[in-house]
């Protein structure tokens, strides 16, 4: 079975487009992916631009991405790359994975603006999972960790990027490779999970390694 760590970047659809917007606040402008072998070890990388049909890119988008209006002028359009893909994955039985159900939910919206309707697509809908409702929930928190915070509370130097779809998507894919590894993670884990729960013996300097934002995600 082919596990398949997706992320895409999205950009609002401009005001114009009024009716359009109802259906689909975005559209996709990046599609980044890793494909992971029985052992969950990465074994091939999807990485392409979209070429948006109601979208000038926002500039704070831009800031985000750093893809801007010139990168995706030339990429092909929504059908012609989620039809690339699907033949890329190439198992009709591969279950897809990201990092919270909101790319799920924009390939759905966008889908049904575009009238694109594929079987295949539609399958790996009904077997979608969630990393981040699963590290969240190994981590036994209530709240979910957003990626940036989930990939330094483990110690780990971001690869590549942030916000960039195929970087994301590798990231993604480590912090899912460390849910088969219990020792890793418990290692891994423990200083975010002392914050969380501090045990008699934490000094203060714990939580020094962690920024405003992580502790404001953990309700401190």
Known sequence: MTEIVLDLEFSPIDKEYGEARRVCHNEIIQIGAVKLDEN???IDRFNEYVKPQMTHIAKKVTALTGIKDEDVSQA?????????FIDWI????AILLSWSMEDLNQLKQ???LKKYNNLRLNKYFSKWKDIQKLFTKNMGFSRPLSLDTAVRGVD???SGNMHTGIDDAIN???LYQMLFNETLFEERTKPLRELFEPSPDVTTSLGDI?????????GF
């Open 172 to 174: 993604e894919a480590y």
């Open 156 to 158: 780990y130097k971001f």
């Open 90 to 93: 190439d198992d009709e039985d």
């Open 76 to 84: 092909k359009g929504y059908i012609e790359v989620m039809n690339s």
């Open 210 to 218: 962690f920024t405003e934002d992580i502790k404001k995600q953990l």
């Open 40 to 42: 969950h070890e990465i």
């Open 110 to 112: 966008e889908g049904k």
